[in-house]
């Protein structure tokens, strides 16, 4: 329906060839589907594959960040901690909720709950409207944390790794913005990742 007049826009201001801003209105348009989480390609109107751009990528990742349903049960998390558990968790949501900085290190054997005291803190900070990113340095620990990435999916840390590397974020950037509106930021097995790669989350 719009990519008649779509077009006619896009081909005044630039002077491609018909089949090209055809493929730039429809990747125009993928973007928006995109972001409703559909994918243009499902029509066939080009054989051409349809790629969403960085910024679809990005703005759906926000959207998704921004609305992370906490269920009923993940709620009820806090009551079912145990005393030292409860400590930790009291101690970190009170700073989180202060406004002021902090950095905190979760140690303990395999099993003992560490998973369970994150869950808990996410679904109260998420609950309150806030953003809590989720992030693991491998991606099984990833999978099991609501709303989870990998540290390196998140930050857009590149494989490589030197004392120079930076992430693939643009200060300006949206996933920029959802890193420094976050009210906090777990990241299980810290301790598996490069120092470097803990040192990153001071620059954003
Ligand atoms: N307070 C609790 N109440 C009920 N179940 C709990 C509690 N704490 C932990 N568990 C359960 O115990 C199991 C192990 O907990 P969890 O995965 O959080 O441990 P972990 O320290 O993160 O382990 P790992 O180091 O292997 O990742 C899970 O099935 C979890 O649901």
Redesign the pocket.
Known sequence: MFEDSMFEDFKYFSNFEEKVVRHKVLSHINDILYSMGHDINEYKLMLEKIRPSEIAKDAKDVHFERNIFVSEQDLLLPK???VQ?LHAYNTIINRVFSGKQGAFFID??????????Y?ALLATIRSQEFIALATATSSV?AS?LPGGRTAHSRFKIPIVIDDNFCCNISKQNSVARLIRDAKSIVW?EASMAKKNMLKLLMHF
């Not at 303990?108 to 005291?117: D, I, Y």
């Open positions: 079912r901690l145990n558990k303990g054997p395999e099993g003992t709950g560490k998973t369970f005291l869950c620990a099991i299980d």
